[in-house]
């Protein structure tokens, strides 16, 4: 089983596009960890952009998704979506004896507060969205994952990514959008 993670999409057709052709084909799952729509612009071309990329996702029904909702999805451009969200700020996940934290990001903003989070609900992994920076982490005996962004990366080369996550064989995997090359992995035990 593979499962893709994407946060920070902002509104970016031609990236989910690509995503759409290039990644999900080959795998499970879809985890979105937020910030789907809104690119910080409201020009028509952006607003279209945007409601484009809501359409597209309503209509996709290829693989099972999970949406978390991101600190710009709430406008009210994009309310029809709000009922495809989980409906806490986080989506507690088991997957086998692993019990994974699916959150955006924007209350979590600090790793202390993701640890205090993921120890309160009893799981060994938090997948974080919200920096566009992408990262893997172990700190306090607690996974820390975020895709980074596929289409407004922020670490200094601007790096478009995204996760693979394959419970069974207990690897995360930052992918590199355009080339599917793997950047970082990370294997964990069961704790």
């Known amino acids: 089983m593979s499962i893709a993670i994407v946060s920070d999409l902002h509104g970016k057709i031609v990236i989910l596009k690509q995503l759409i052709t290039d990644v999900f084909p080959s795998v499970d799952e879809i985890w979105w960890g937020g910030d789907l729509f809104y690119n910080y612009k409201k020009d028509p071309v952006s607003m279209a952009e945007s409601k484009e990329v809501l359409t597209t996702l309503s209509n996709y029904k290829d693989k099972p998704c999970i949406f978390i909702s991101g600190n710009t ?92 996550y394959f419970p069974e064989e207990k690897k995360f995997q930052i992918k590199h959008l355009p080339t599917g090359n793997t950047l970082q992995e990370l294997y964990y035990n069961s704790q």
């Open 73 to 164: 999805d709430n406008m009210t451009e994009f309310q029809s979506f709000s009922t495809r969200f989980e409906p806490e700020s986080f989506h507690k996940k088991q997957m086998g004896e692993d019990t994974l934290l699916l959150i955006h990001g924007h209350l979590y903003e600090t790793r202390k507060s993701q640890i205090k989070l993921a120890k309160e609900n009893k799981a060994q992994i938090v997948i974080s969205g919200h920096t566009h920076l992408a990262g893997m982490m172990v700190e306090d005996d607690i996974i820390l994952i975020n895709p980074g962004s596929p289409s407004i990366p922020r670490d200094e080369e601007a790096t478009p990514t995204y996760i693979l």
